[in-house]
């Protein structure tokens, strides 16, 4: 189960276990599994796998600010209307800015295992049908 932080004024530690954490609410983009450790009003922070090889659907995360850190595998983000590409693997931190337009893959090989942090008000993914073309 995610866990909400306590108002500030509380200020006791928490730890959530690989066995609680929690499927969000949203809707899910094909090839990729979020797990979410913890819920707040303007930050999420959970856990994603990826299946080696398999892009995942278009998709971007509203107003949500997105950083993330790889455990295991290289992930491929394609991004924009020209198809660009940025690559990354185990020990990198990356970036996605809100409202980017994206779909990711990990290579083939092994899984690929992240921990995000998203912060922002609002949906954390919202699934569409691909980058508009550039005009």
């Not at 108002?7 to 979410?36: F, G, K, M, W």
């Not at 990711?104 to 949906?123: D, F, S």
Request: overall charge negative; aromatic content about 8%; proline content about 10%.
């Amino acid at each position: 189960m995610a866990r909400t932080p306590s108002p500030s004024h509380d200020l006791r530690p928490l730890a959530v276990s690989p066995s609680q954490l929690a499927e969000p609410p949203e809707q899910q983009t094909p090839s990729i599994r979020r797990q979410q450790a913890f819920v707040g009003d303007v930050r999420w922070m959970g856990y994603i796998t990826t299946t080696p090889g398999d892009w995942s659907g278009w998709h971007h995360h509203g107003e949500t600010e997105t950083y993330l850190y790889v455990l295991h595998g290289e992930l491929e983000f394609e991004y924009g209307t020209r198809g660009d590409t940025l690559r990354f693997g185990g020990g990198d931190f990356a970036h996605m800015p809100s409202r980017v337009v994206h779909r990711e893959r990990t290579l083939p090989g092994e899984p690929g295992e992240a921990i995000l942090v998203r912060i922002g008000r609002g949906p954390t993914v919202v699934n569409v049908d691909g980058p508009a073309p550039a005009s």
